[in-house]
Nanobody, 114 residues
């Protein structure tokens, strides 16, 4: 049974930082493409960042230069370091694993507000 468990969300003022984690189990993690998505209230879910099995990465234009995705295959964990946070980054952030089938975590709330 595949499980993805996100953590690290919370309330942070504008300009602050957070690091999200997504721990995976039941999947060949090193072979999976891992992605972070987010969904703000009243908006469609959007892709934030991807990291591929060769450790190459890709980012949405809105977060380039501020967010960094990384993975630790030994811990079966993917991270999203978020710096210079803006109010428009407020959303539920969800982890996705793509390996033959797509799997989702439950999401973690990130709120950027003073």
């Amino acid at each position: 049974q595949v499980q993805l468990v996100e953590s690290g969300g919370g309330l942070v003022p504008p300009g602050g930082s957070l690091r999200l984690s997504c721990a995976a189990s039941g999947i060949t993690f090193r072979s999976a493409t891992m992605r972070w998505y987010r969904q703000a209230p009243g908006k469609q879910r959007e892709l934030v960042a991807s990291i591929f099995r060769d450790d190459s990465t890709d980012y949405a234009d809105a977060v380039k230069g501020r967010f960094t995705i990384s993975r630790d295959n030994a811990k079966s964990t993917v991270y999203l370091q978020m710096n210079s946070l803006k109010p428009e980054d407020t959303a539920v952030y969800s982890c996705n694993a793509q390996y033959r089938v797509s799997y989702w975590g439950q999401g973690t709330q990130v709120t950027v507000s003073s």
